[in-house]
Every structure is written in C-alpha cells, then in structure tokens.
Antibody, heavy 122, light 111 residues
Framework: EVQLLESGGGLVQPGGSLRLSCAVS????????MTWVRQAPGKGLEWVST????????YYADSVKGRFTISRDISENTLYLQMNSLRAEDTAIYYC???????????????WGQGTVVSVSS | QSVLTQPPSVSGAPGQRVTISCTGS?????????VHWYQQLPGTAPKLLIY???KRPSGVPDRFSGSKSGTSASLAITGLQTEEEADYYC???????????FGTGTTVTVL
C-alpha cells in the first residue's frame, strides 16, 4: 500500500524557515517524481514544486521560486521542502503527492499524504 | 494563480447528472496536455478521480467520466450521490509556466 506521511509543519514568524518532510512507503521511491501542493485556508489547490524521480530535475511555482527548495533522499525514502523567507501568504496545508511517472512534467498526482499545516504569523 | 477556470459551484438532486467544466488555454489543455481531476471531500486530502482526460483509477465508480476538447475539459457525474458532495479540481501541465496548474475548483452540492 502506497503511504505518504508529511511532517515538519508549525507556526513560524515572517522571514523564518521551516523544512517539511514526506516519508513514503509501499513503492520504489526513485521511480516516481514527487510534488508539493498547498492549500491556503478556504482556498483552492496550488502547485508548489516538483522533483523528478532521480532528483535531477526540479520545478517551482513563481510564488516560491528562490525561497523554497525541493529535494529527495532516496536512501531514506523521504521528500523534503526547505522553505525560507516565509511570508504570511505561505500559510497553508502542504500536501506531498506522488506523480504518475518518473518525469516531472505532464503527469497526474496519484497518491497524496494527509498534509501538514504551516502557519506564518507574528 | 489558477489558469484553469471552473464554475464555483454546481448542484443536483440525488440520481441526477452534473457536469463541471474546466477552461484553459493554448499553453495547457490546448497544447495537448492531459487533464486530470481530483475529488476533495470536506477535511480530507485530494484524491485522484480521473487521469489522462478520461481514465479512472482502480476503485473509482464508472459514474465518473471525463472528456477533453480543444482548450477545455469536462467532468461528468451521473447518478449523483450525497456522499459525492465535495470540491472538484482539474489539473494540467502548462508549458508557458513550466509547471502544473490546478483549476479554480468547483463545489458540488447534492440537493
């Protein structure tokens, strides 16, 4: 059974940093691209970042480019999102999701974690 | 910001058919990229409902169907059930953004 479990969320002041983790199991981690999607309170889904299965290709939404870094540790079966220079508008539930292919483009997200809450406030 | 436009809400009585539209542009749906649909029940994570325009993952009832034409796509739910009250989102890849885009989301209400 495919499982994704996010952690690392919390309350942080504007300008601060957080690192989110997503521990996966039930599939060969390196054979799938992985993505982060967020959902602000009462709002819709927003794509944040995607990394290819081999970790060699990364893509970011303009809203987080230069502030967030996606990475993966294949030996630990874990996906990460390093978030720096956080802003109030980054407040959201952050979901990790598995892509349908090893490539980081033009694919669906077929399995999702339960999400971790990030709140940016002073 | 979303570049795929959906109606904010649709409603129908139990057993009826409802459809949700998803309108994009020539850099996403119109460029030939597949459209995928997700169902988000209240308080839960999204779930893949339709992939590659019209394919259903294992376990998704055949009452859900998808289609795509030009720069738009649609999700149809036939035999609407009360437990299908949820938010529905379309998603595609966008070549001008070099990234993924979600639709604005549609809330389905069962009357």
């Amino acid at each position: 059974e495919v499982q994704l479990l996010e952690s690392g969320g919390g309350l942080v002041q504007p300008g601060g940093s957080l690192r989110l983790s997503c521990a996966v199991s039930g599939f060969t981690f390196s054979k799938y691209a992985m993505t982060w999607v967020r959902q602000a309170p009462g709002k819709g889904l927003e794509w944040v970042s995607t990394i290819g299965g081999r970790g060699d290709a990364t893509y970011y939404a303009d809203s987080v480019k230069g502030r967030f870094t996606i990475s993966r540790d294949i030996s630990e079966n874990t996906l990460y999102l390093q978030m720096n220079s956080l802003r109030a508008e980054d407040t959201a539930i952050y979901y990790c999701a598995r892509a349908g292919t090893v490539l980081a483009i033009a694919t669906e997200f077929d399995s999702w974690g339960q999400g971790t809450v990030v709140s940016v406030s002073s | 910001q979303s570049v795929l436009t959906q109606p904010p809400s649709v409603s129908g009585a139990p057993g009826q058919r409802v459809t949700i539209s998803c309108t994009g542009s020539n850099s996403n749906i119109g460029a030939g990229y597949d459209v995928h649909w997700y169902q988000q029940l209240p308080g839960t994570a999204p779930k893949l409902l339709i992939y590659d325009n019209n394919k259903r993952p294992s376990g998704v009832p055949d009452r859900f169907s998808g289609s795509k034409s030009g720069t738009s796509a649609s999700l149809a739910i036939t035999g609407l059930q009360t437990e299908e009250e949820a938010d529905y989102y379309c998603q595609a890849y966008d070549s001008s953004l070099s990234g993924f885009v979600f639709g604005t989301g549609t809330t389905v209400t069962v009357l």
